[in-house]
């Protein structure tokens, strides 16, 4: 069936750190894909989103690409904020189905 | 900034008492969606709704059943609470069709459900 999978966690970095948490997808047809974010005490927000192949997402100096070659989404920030921790959820659509496919989530920790 | 609202935030309550989390939005959207989000985090689609009188259920089956009665309003009930219930649940709702490419999905804030 379909599904995300992405990289465990929870990761920690130091503030201004770079960060790339992976995200890699099945799927019998052609989704969209999503990063939806969830800070603490709160519900999820979209952080950003591709519709087609070789499609950038960029929001807040956080950036995904649509790599339908290697079935990834990998979300990427050149420069961490302690203010960016929160448990980040790749995700999918399908044409025609009704959901959001989520990935497990990853808690991502930035220390001052 | 999403308007759509879930209460109570938190609810601990005993078991086999009945609950009602409710969830509204003003957005007008017809898509509604309840989500069961585990300790471990991970999110499973438990009911949607397509609009008024309009209800169907998720991929994790759930003792709990919904309504729409109102395209602003899409409440989630449990008749008889247990411990294995206890959950994060999220309720969204989006202007179209999920599966209508990039649809955004709107959520709020949830309700921390602890039966004991």
């Known amino acids: 069936g379909d599904s995300v999978t992405q990289m465990e966690g929870p990761v920690t970095l130091s503030e201004e750190a770079f960060l790339t948490i992976n995200c890699t997808y099945t799927a019998t047809g052609y989704p969209s894909l999503f990063w939806y974010v969830q800070y603490p005490g709160e519900g999820l927000q979209l952080l950003l989103k591709?519709?087609?192949?070789?499609d950038k997402g960029s929001n807040k100096g956080f950036e995904a690409t649509y790599r339908k070659e290697t079935t990834s989404f990998h979300l990427e920030k050149g420069s961490v904020q302690v203010s960016d921790s929160a448990v980040y959820f790749c995700a999918l659509t399908l044409q025609g189905a009704q959901k959001l496919v989520f990935g497990q989530g990853t808690r991502l920790t930035i220390n001052p | 900034e999403a308007d759509i609202y879930q209460t109570p935030r938190y609810l601990v309550i005993g078991t086999g008492k009945k609950i009602t989390l409710e969830c509204s939005q003003t957005m007008g959207h017809d898509k509604m969606y309840w989500y069961q989000q585990d300790p471990g985090m991970e999110l499973h689609l438990i009911h949607y709704s397509y609009g008024v009188n309009s209800t169907e259920k998720g991929d994790l089956s759930s003792e709990s059943t919904v309504s729409r009665i109102r395209t602003e309003h899409f409440p989630l009930t449990l008749e008889s609470a247990r411990p294995s219930h206890t959950s994060q649940y999220l309720c969204?709702?989006?202007?179209?069709?999920?599966?209508?490419?990039?649809?955004?999905?709107?959520f709020g804030q949830g309700t921390r459900l602890t039966v004991v």
């Open positions: 969204a709702s989006s202007e179209l069709g999920l599966g209508q490419g990039g649809t955004e999905a709107f």
């Open positions: 591709a519709t087609k192949a070789d």
